[in-house]
């Protein structure tokens, strides 16, 4: 009797199984089916990729651009830096001169965080009679001056040439804030006693709501005619947010012309990082692209 029910609970078991296996292979079938019928429904009736739907599909490189379209995709090139003047002015010293040029940003969306130039200063016959490379940064939509100080040269100058000779820009893909530095109280007085010809002097106003390790002024003295006669630089460090700092420029030795203007340029280099003390400038925002 055990035996025969051990028999029949061996072929109810067989049966079983048997039958779960059959259910998984239609259900198997019908998921394979429905997946088919789902893929041919999405295939008929999915939009055909074109070069004019405005999506960038297919291999393009752009929108509707590049890749299998035959339109090529525009690239937005940055224009060049502009040169407005150039000059040079006796720096004080014997046989050295400073050098200056006023550089023009054309572009609102690039700005260059490393243009390379030069400076030559000729002589009357066309003759260059010193050099002098340097490298600047400069942001979208910015006029500034350039200034290199102190060129020695044995030989009497006659004007100068200033020319870019590389550019890399970035392009500032989102909103930026220029650092909001002020000067005010501008003056400029001789020095009657005391080590020196003349001073010029002002208040430096950091309304920027970052804290900056260095911000360099360049210091412009002009006569009735604009004409700069004479050029001075010095630096701050760390400024914080809010703060007013007074400073003074000297010149040590008399230069020729009168002064009836003082333009200082106050500027911080936004492409450095280094250049925050507060870690919350968003570098990530700008999106550097090279143009050579």
Not at 20 to 27: A, E, F, G, H, Y
Not at 72 to 82: H, N, P
Request: glycine share 6%.
């Amino acid at each position: 009797m055990e035996i025969l029910d051990n028999f029949k609970q061996a072929v109810n078991g067989f049966w079983q199984d048997k039958y779960k296996r059959k259910r998984t292979i239609i259900i198997a079938v019908f998921a394979a089916i429905f997946l088919l019928f789902v893929f041919l429904v999405y295939h008929w009736t999915r939009p055909v990729e074109t070069c004019a739907d405005g999506i960038k599909n297919q291999n393009e490189t752009d929108i509707d651009c590049g890749g299998v379209c035959p339109n090529k995709c525009e690239k937005i090139v940055a224009e060049s830096l502009v040169s407005q003047e150039s000059g040079f002015v006796e720096s004080g010293a014997v046989n050295r001169y400073d050098l200056y040029s006023r550089v023009s940003n054309p572009n609102n969306v690039f700005g260059s965080s490393n243009f390379q130039y030069e400076f030559r200063l000729k002589d009357a016959e066309g003759n260059v009679i010193a050099t002098k490379q340097g490298i600047g940064y400069i942001l979208p939509g910015e006029s500034k001056y350039v200034v290199e100080n102190n060129i020695e040269t044995d030989k009497v100058p006659s004007g100068v040439e200033f020319a870019i000779t590389g550019q890399s820009w970035v392009e500032f893909t989102n909103y930026f804030e220029r650092p909001q530095l002020k000067v005010v109280n501008k003056q400029y007085n001789p020095i009657s006693s005391g080590v020196g010809f003349s001073e010029a002097t002002g208040l430096l106003k950091n309304e920027s709501p970052y804290d900056f390790t260095l911000i360099t002024l360049e210091i412009i003295l002009k006569d009735i005619n604009d004409k700069v006669i004479a050029l001075n630089s010095t630096e701050m460090r760390t400024v914080k947010s809010g703060e007013n700092r007074d400073f003074r420029s000297l010149w040590l030795n008399r230069f020729p012309g009168e002064v009836m203007d003082v333009e200082v340029q106050a500027e911080v280099d936004i492409f450095d990082e280094e250049s925050f003390i507060k870690k919350n400038f968003e570098s990530g925002s700008l999106q550097q692209t090279d143009y050579r």
